[in-house]
């Protein structure tokens, strides 16, 4: 019985190590979305602090931005990106949710237009 107790925690443990660092989006991550505008690159950079994500966000017509209010839930975040465009401030709000190690799912909102996109982890 004792065997059975310590190998089921054992199992439980590793189960719970492996969802854990998968639904870690810390890197450097790649992602192109279709916009009104056009289609737009875009490359993240993803530090990850306990529930909190930090680190930058780089478009290929907004150019580098902190990304701020950073929060982690389980598999799923949200960040705000404040850009400027053509000389105007605007503030993209993001949400992600990470379907597997190196794939994220993004939505991303300006003005009440969602856009999506699927970020891949940068190597």
């Known amino acids: 019985m004792t065997r059975f107790v310590v190998l089921a ?4 443990a590793i189960a719970s190590s492996v969802a854990v660092r998968a639904a870690d989006p810390s ?6 979305f279709m916009t009104q505008v056009g289609e737009q690159a875009y ?8 529930t909190s994500l930090t680190g930058i966000a780089k478009g ?9 209010d950073g929060k982690i839930d389980g598999d799923s ?4 990106e404040n850009a400027t465009y053509m000389g105007m401030m605007i ?17 991303r909102t300006i003005m009440d237009i969602p856009e999506k996109a699927t ?4 190597k």
């Not at 490359?43 to 306990?50: A, C, I, L, N, R």
């Not at 503030?91 to 939505?107: H, N, P, Q, R, V």
């Open 43 to 50: 490359t993240y950079e993803f530090v990850v602090k306990g």
């Open 9 to 12: 925690v054992f199992v439980i």
């Open 27 to 32: 890197g450097r991550w790649a992602a192109v």
């Open 119 to 122: 970020a891949k982890r940068a």
């Open 91 to 107: 503030s993209f709000t993001y949400t992600g949710k990470m379907t597997a190690a190196d794939t994220i799912e993004l939505t």
């Open 77 to 80: 975040f949200t960040f705000t």
């Open 60 to 68: 290929s017509l907004t150019g580098e931005t902190k990304i701020s």
